[in-house]
């Protein structure tokens, strides 16, 4: 683990952070019929499932202990990232192939608590708490990701341990596409925080608004970091959008209980892979982007997308 995350903030002495949590137990209808036996997590972009790319982001920040809520059918996610003796050793000729595979392995401790029902994100995350316990812990969706180039989780933990409260991640839509995202109404942050990152303070926050009636055109992005007393809020909570129990509504609770909330307004590369066009697009970037293949790649795409539309590209 980084010294960077496992260290208290300088500024607060507060603990930060150093345990994840990835609700994935979700059923993916979106992408039937292939996550009908394949989880939507383990779906690659290019040669890996977009599962990794998230761990890998928890790591890049220095989180190595990562719990999974996985559901029924969902077991393969833990074997992704256990060990194959007998693969190891029909690679042992392939060195490079063979890093690859162990470097799954080596990534981080991957824990694992089985969600019966899924009763909304809330009800998910409150199934982490015999495994964080009081401590601050970070949230990652998953179906969202960054570019590692362009972190954005070290920000947020380093702002949680100076606060101790929630802080959410946000990034700014076309405002006639308010109606799809849950949207924040905030305010100027204390300059004391102008030092991480472009941080506001959140004043509330409207589930899929209109664009006229949206308070901003901030919306929630998938990345969360969240105060040990967030599992209290949960079991106060009821029922809310869908009859589920909503995260939103428990950290709405916790903000007009006095804890304060902030967010970072992101402005790197987000890659959703949460419905069939972004995790298309998803693939596409990052192929286009490899230096391995992405020269290659780009000239068919280009090809492609020229040719006229009864040709067809050449492949």
């Not at 960077?4 to 979700?26: F, Q, Y």
Request: aromatic share 6%; charged share 25%; with cysteine.
């Amino acid at each position: 683990m980084s010294e960077h995350s496992a260290n208290p903030s300088a500024a607060t002495g507060r603990p930060r952070a150093v345990k994840a949590v990835i609700p994935a137990a979700g059923l993916a209808t979106r992408f039937l019929p292939a996550t009908k036996a394949v989880p939507k997590e383990l779906l690659p972009v290019v040669d890996r499932p977009v599962l990794q790319y998230i761990v890998e982001e928890a790591t890049q920040a220095g989180i190595t202990d990562v719990l999974l809520i996985t559901g029924r059918g969902k077991t393969s996610m833990v074997d992704h990232f256990d060990r194959r003796p007998d693969l190891e050793e029909r690679l042992a000729k392939k060195p490079e192939l063979l890093a690859e595979v162990k470097r799954t392995e080596e990534l981080a401790a991957i824990y694992t608590c089985r969600q019966p029902e899924q009763l909304g994100l809330g009800h998910a995350v409150g199934y982490a708490e015999s495994h964080v316990g009081d401590a601050p812990f970070a949230v990652l969706l998953g179906d969202e990701f960054v570019k590692p180039a362009e972190p954005l989780l070290p920000a947020m933990l380093e702002l949680q341990a100076r606060t101790g409260g929630v802080v959410l991640a946000f990034f700014e839509v076309d405002p006639a596409e308010t109606s799809r995202y849950g949207i924040a109404s905030v305010e100027p942050a204390e300059s004391e925080y102008a030092d991480i990152a472009e941080v506001v303070k959140v004043t509330g926050m409207v589930e899929k608004p209109s664009p006229e009636e949206a308070p901003s055109n901030l919306a929630v992005l998938g990345r969360y970091v969240l105060p040990g007393r967030i599992f209290d809020a949960i079991r106060r909570t009821e029922p809310g959008s869908g009859g589920e129990i909503q995260l939103t509504d428990a950290m709405e609770l916790l903000r007009t209980e006095g804890v304060p909330v902030h967010a970072i307004v992101y402005r790197g590369t987000r890659y959703d892979t949460g419905m069939p066009l972004g995790y298309l697009q998803t693939v596409v970037q990052i192929a286009a982007e490899r230096e391995d293949l992405g020269a290659e790649f780009r000239k068919w795409l280009a090809e492609f997308v020229n040719s006229d539309a009864s040709g067809g590209a050449n492949t």
